[in-house]
């Protein structure tokens, strides 16, 4: 018999895959490993567990219903530090580690990403509270005082996301940036973590790392050395150097699986890869798994009941008649009546996503459905008795909005490769008719009423979108509308006679002129009217009002449409509705309806007009509404709005009485079996990024071997939370930035107790009887809706100020002063505040801020104190304007700051920190503007130019690490089109960009990186190195802690110079002419 060869990689995944593991209990996902000398306390299920580091079964530390993370155990044993998420937002928390009620210890309303210990017996947290410019610090807590929550002692460095100290307690070793946010693998990006090293003593951070681009993280100290991982190999594995960042070693090898969470104690070190706990040896370099199994119930596993299925709706269709409702919603399928009768679930398969179920005959739907591994065309009964049949077999790619044709004899639809197919329901065949490379592919199939012809909407080359009509005889397409305007929503009148659309052709501005205040441009609003189609010649338009030659005839439900395409883009008449913007339109016999958003608003209206012969009225049905559709016989309408689906009749009636109108949904609930849904997710989850990502070769990544990978793990996944570990883990393999995991049906503590803040730092003074008021946050007085809720006229609590007691409770009686505002945002909160400069105990009314409000709070400081010191230091010869991120609402931070400032000399555009968005181009455009005219009046003193608003000084643009996606767009289009320097540091490096639309079952996102960006010169850009700026200047973690700036002082001293060297003064009028005739002189 021959010896079966078992490798150490299939030795691997033979352990990763296995059923059950050593005991009585079942293997589990793990994670956040935190060692201490014979154990091992881990996060599975989102509770906290210990094992020994032998392994074995497991204890169950925590079981609130709100996830525990980051464990860490105290250096005697006793104590666990975490990260909990009970009662709002995720605060640390300590317990017994033998058992016991946990005791909160912050009350930060932040983020916390990091969770250790100091050897004297203090939790160290990574935290962005009390920070100005969002990043994560360093916080030390200490625990001795038992009547206080903790003392909290900040580590002078800012970016340092987590850290240890040697054994003296001297240096400390930190990593520089938190996790940059998007999965990816081989990161070579500006924020790519690195290791760095601060001495107490208060001299600069050095780094160590400095040699290699990729990253370096989670330092641990052993014996006179730094262990920390690194991907220096490809892969995150053990290394360990010399405080100095010499003589480094690599420890572990674990190819293509990366290390996470390490932990050290005792000169061994514990570690996740994959979904297991290794334990590495220092002395030995054995490197193990641990192999441990859970006693549990595993009860995010067991069926539940999702209480409101609405929430995950996904599709609403009528029935030919308007009678029944096919739902499709957490991938179910359902059929409801509009009034009364059985509610069907059509399908109780588990693990199956179905999308887009409509009604193919009055018995039968079809469905997009991914039950055979690819999202095929199928149909099922609509009565829910018997099983569903899959139609087509041929899918390469997603496929999207199957749309029956009225005699149930074809499903029109079209994939994610821009690809329009025609399924034949009877032969069983489906063809592509028609394929296109626009980026907007197809969409608004619409079937004739003989089903005979299709229209649909393509983009053309221009990005205008045109109507195109498909015979079904013939196969023969032809285009109904130019491409000279954007055109969509085609809809059959019933008679066959006329096809309606809607088309953007009322190009008129709203703006008149560009004089005025910031910049006024021309804005197209209400561009949209309604039009139709003469399908046939010598027809009549409905709207015509009769003449003594004829009248508009009407005609009944079209057995046979007929098209005369000689000249049809001819027979072209307007509609006479008013224009507006208009979405969705659809039309009966009777009448025409549509949906109406003001320019602006995201909230639409439901619109009706009558087809007269006379004057026409446009009636609102009603207000917000999210979609509607029309039954095929043009008798009912289906309402969406937020929180509820109604079907009325079609009639154009102002203001629509909807009581008693709504579905009968008040008892719809669906059940999930979690395993079951986490599987099919992750089936998704791979197909999105194969379907989905900018390279149909995936970097060449051959993503059908690790999709084999990851897939055995996906067993072992027992919460919501774990499946998002392991599709992160899955999606990195493209090595792609914009690939996010997040979100979705995780499991969460009821925010009870949501804190709040009076926007300022408060700190415990027991000698003065309460809290100090430290600091206030400042903003711009010119802006007074930003006002801290202490600096108020009304409360005009000052610096040094004590409060003593909050609604009557003295603030010392209490752990912690965020105690006694739990509960308090927006509500009259009585202060007893004793003021600094002695007197007596006085009272205030405040209202205190919730803590999105407080960080922004304290982002506006940041932006205030920048634009200060501008100009105190520029002499109001610079200008200053801070873009936190790149979309609609950013560009109105961009007006307030700009145009104020147009005139001078200088300009800093600071996009350090951007979040990115899509408006870069919005931005750019301002800045190329060119002066190259003047006026001068009568005085002649100040002249204006042409172009308006043209900036004619010297811009610098500042970058950094966090400056990302559009962020980034922005600054290399500054430097490609040599608009300013650009100073600062390396920047986030993610340029393929996402539309974002690619959700899960569960409303979780997996997204994938949909449009790569390559420069003229044929180079893909940005991605996965960032944007090198002109002149390199950092902003060092110590001395930036202190207050400064480095990067901001070098954009002013750039400038300065250059409006020394180069001033820019506007040219002076030249004289005026002298057209004065002669007097007396007789013309020759």
Request: glycine share 8%; aromatic share 10%; with cysteine.
């Amino acid at each position: 018999m021959r010896a079966l060869r078992i490798t150490p990689f299939a030795a691997f995944i033979i352990f990763f895959i296995a059923p059950a593991a050593t005991g009585a209990g079942t293997v589990g996902y793990y994670r956040q490993p935190a060692l201490i000398k014979d154990g091992i306390v881990f996060v599975a299920e989102g509770d906290l567990w210990k094992v020994g580091d032998k392994g074995g079964n497991a204890t169950r530390l925590t079981s609130n219903v709100g996830e525990e993370s980051l464990p860490a155990i105290s250096p005697d044993g006793k104590t666990l530090a975490f990260a909990g998420h009970y009662d709002g937002p995720t605060e640390v928390y300590t317990m017994p580690i033998a058992g016991g009620a946990p005791r909160r210890r912050t009350f930060d309303g932040a983020a916390v990403t990091f969770v250790s210990w100091t050897a004297d017996g203090k939790i160290l947290i990574g935290t962005d509270a009390d920070t100005t410019l969002p990043q994560t610090r360093l916080v030390a807590l200490d625990l001795s005082k038992t009547e206080v929550a903790a003392v909290r002692q900040p580590v002078p460095l800012a970016q340092a996301a987590d850290g240890v100290y040697d054994e003296a307690g001297k240096t400390l070793f930190f990593t520089r940036l938190p996790f940059q946010g998007s999965h990816t693998k081989r990161y070579k990006g500006g924020t790519a973590q690195n290791l760095w090293k601060y001495s107490v003593d208060g001299a600069e951070a050095a780094p160590l790392t400095a040699d290699y681009p990729g990253t370096s993280k989670n330092p641990m100290w052993w014996q006179g050395r730094v262990y920390f991982l690194s991907d220096r190999d490809g892969t995150m594995n053990l290394w360990s150097m010399k405080p100095d960042g010499g003589d480094l070693k690599q420890h572990s090898k674990n190819a293509g699986w990366d290390a996470a969470s390490a932990s050290q104690y005792g000169g061994r070190i514990a570690y996740q890869l994959g979904a297991d706990i290794h334990l590495f040896d220092i002395a030995t370099g054995q490197d193990q798994v641990v192999p441990i199994s859970l006693d549990s119930d595993f009860d995010q596993t067991r069926e539940h009941v999702v209480a409101k299925p609405l929430d995950y709706l996904t599709a609403a269709h009528l029935s030919a008649d308007g009678d029944k409702v096919a739902l499709t919603a957490r991938g179910r399928v359902f059929v409801t009546p509009a009034k009364q009768g059985r509610f069907v679930e059509v399908e109780r398969k588990q693990g199956v996503r179905y999308r887009e179920a409509r009604f193919l005959t009055d018995k039968t739907l079809s469905a997009l459905s991914d039950e055979s591994g690819e999202v095929e065309l199928w149909t099922l009964p609509a009565d829910g008795v018997g099983a569903g049949e899959q139609r087509t077999k041929d899918a390469e790619v997603v496929r999207f909005d199957a749309e029956p044709s009225p005699d149930g004899k074809f499903i029109a639809h079209y994939d994610k490769n821009l690809r329009l197919f025609l399924y034949d329901v009877d032969k069983k065949t489906n063809r592509k008719i028609a394929e296109t490379t626009a980026p907007d592919g197809f969409a608004d199939l619409r079937w004739s009423p003989d089903g005979k012809w299709l229209a649909y909407v393509a983009a053309g080359q221009n990005l205008f979108r045109r109507i195109m009509v498909y015979n079904t005889d013939n196969n023969a397409t032809t285009t109904l509308t130019t491409d000279r305007y954007d055109s969509y929503s085609p809809y059959w009148s019933p008679d066959g006679h006329w096809l309606y659309f809607l088309s953007d052709r009322n190009l008129k501005s709203e703006v008149t002129d560009p004089w005025g205040s910031y910049q006024p441009e021309p804005f197209l609003n209400k561009k949209t009217k309604v039009y139709l189609i003469a399908l046939t010649e010598g027809l009549r338009s409905p709207w015509t009002p009769p003449d003594e030659a004829a009248h508009a005839e009407k005609g009944d439900k079209a057995d046979d449409v007929k098209i005369d395409l000689a000249g049809v883009q001819a027979r072209l008449i307007e509609a006479p509705i008013p224009a507006g913007n208009y979405t969705s339109l659809t039309v009966n016999d009777k009448a025409i309806y549509w949906l109406a958003t003001p320019a602006g608003d995201k909230k639409s209206s439901l619109k009706g007009a009558e087809i007269t012969e006379g004057d026409v009225e446009v009636k609102n049905l009603t207000d917000d509404v999210k979609s509607f559709e029309m039954s095929e016989d043009g008798k009912k309408l289906l309402i969406e709005k937020t929180d509820s689906l109604y079907v009325i009749d079609a009639a154009v009636t102002a203001a629509v009485d909807l009581a008693k109108k709504d579905l009968p949904l008040t008892d719809w609930a669906l059940t999930v079996n979690p395993r079951e849904e986490w599987k099919q997710m992750f089936a998704e989850a791979w197909r999105m990024e194969r379907d989905y990502f900018y390279d149909r070769n995936l970097h060449g990544v051959d993503w059908k071997e690790i999709r084999k990978k990851y897939e055995p793990l996906a067993d072992r996944v027992a919460s919501r939370t774990e499946l998002g570990d392991l599709l992160g883990q899955m999606v990195s393999e493209l090595s792609a930035l914009h690939i996010f995991v997040r979100g979705g049906d995780v499991r969460k503590g009821e925010e009870v107790f949501p804190p709040s803040f009076l926007g300022a730092v408060l700190a415990r003074d027991e000698n003065a009887g309460g809290y100090r008021v430290v600091h206030i946050y400042q903003t711009d007085g010119d802006d007074p809706e930003l006002t801290a809720p202490l600096s108020k006229p009304n409360v005009n609590v000052k610096e040094g100020d004590i409060i003593q007691a909050i609604n009557g409770t003295p603030t010392l009686s209490v752990a912690d002063v965020g105690v006694l505002l739990r509960r308090k945002a927006g509500q009259p909160v009585l202060l007893s505040v004793k003021p600094a400069a002695g007197g007596a105990v006085r009272k205030a009314v405040v209202s205190p801020i919730d803590a999105t409000a407080a960080e922004d709070l304290r982002y506006h400081e940041w932006e205030y104190t920048r634009r200060k010191t501008v100009e105190d230091l520029g002499k109001e010869q610079i200008g200053y304007v801070h873009l936190r991120a790149m979309g609609s609402d950013d560009f109105g931070d961009f007006a307030r700051e700009f145009y104020p400032v147009f005139t001078r000399q200088g300009l800093i555009i600071d996009v350090r920190n951007n979040e990115g968005g899509n408006i870069d181009s919005w931005i750019i455009g301002r800045l190329m503007r060119k002066a190259w005219f003047y006026w001068s009046n009568r005085v002649g003193k100040a002249p204006m130019w042409n172009m308006q608003y043209a900036f004619r000084g010297h811009i610098a643009v500042l970058c950094n690490e966090n400056t990302a996606s559009d962020g980034e767009a922005f600054t290399e289009g500054v430097k490609r089109l040599k608009i300013g320097k650009v100073i600062g540091t390396r920047t986030w490096g993610g340029e393929i960009w996402l539309n974002g639309d690619d959700f899960l079952v569960d409303k979780g996102i997996a997204t994938a990186a949909e449009f790569g960006v390559y420069g003229p010169e044929g180079a893909w850009l940005i991605e996965n190195h960032g944007v090198d700026p002109d002149m390199v200047v950092d902003n060092p973690p110590h001395t930036t802690y202190l207050g400064e700036d480095a990067q901001l002082k070098a954009a002013i001293m750039y400038l300065q110079k250059e409006i020394k060297d180069h001033p820019v003064e506007s040219p002076p009028p030249p004289p005026y002419p002298n057209k004065a005739f002669p007097v007396g002189k007789a013309a020759k």
